[in-house]
């Protein structure tokens, strides 16, 4: 089985940072996508940011709310992947989820969820 254990949110004031970790465990295939999604009050859940393992070039994607502000990446030895998020906004409040996906299996794994709150 696949386990995914999220760290590093907290309070932060707006303008400030954080970094959170998710370190997944278990049986993963070469071939995956590790991205962080997010959920606020009332809202969707939404994907934030996105990479791929290095099989499928590593490529990243972000949504327009963080781009410029958010970075994420992976270390794939540890199986592990960061989301240094940088300016944060009242706005990024949110809980956020790891989420791992495998290929060609299709499974799709997440994570128990790290709150994020930025303050004004």
């Known amino acids: 089985q696949v386990q995914l254990v999220e760290s590093g949110g907290g309070l932060v004031q707006a303008g400030g940072s954080l970094r959170l970790s998710c370190a997944a465990s278990?049986?993963?295939?070469?071939?995956?996508?590790m991205a962080w999604h997010r959920q606020a009050p009332g809202k969707q859940r939404e994907l934030v940011a996105g990479i791929g393992s290095i099989s499928i070039g590593g490529s990243t994607n972000y949504a327009d709310s963080v781009k410029g502000r958010f970075t994420i990446s992976r270390d794939n030895a540890k199986n592990t992947v960061y989301l240094q998020m940088n300016s944060l906004k009242p706005e990024d409040t949110a809980v956020y989820y790891c989420?791992?996906?495998?290929?060609?299996?299709?499974?799709?794994?997440w994570g128990q969820g790290t709150q994020v709150t930025v303050s004004s």
């Open positions: 989420n791992l996906h495998l290929f060609p299996s299709g499974r799709n794994y």
């Open positions: 278990g049986s993963i295939s070469s071939i995956n996508s």
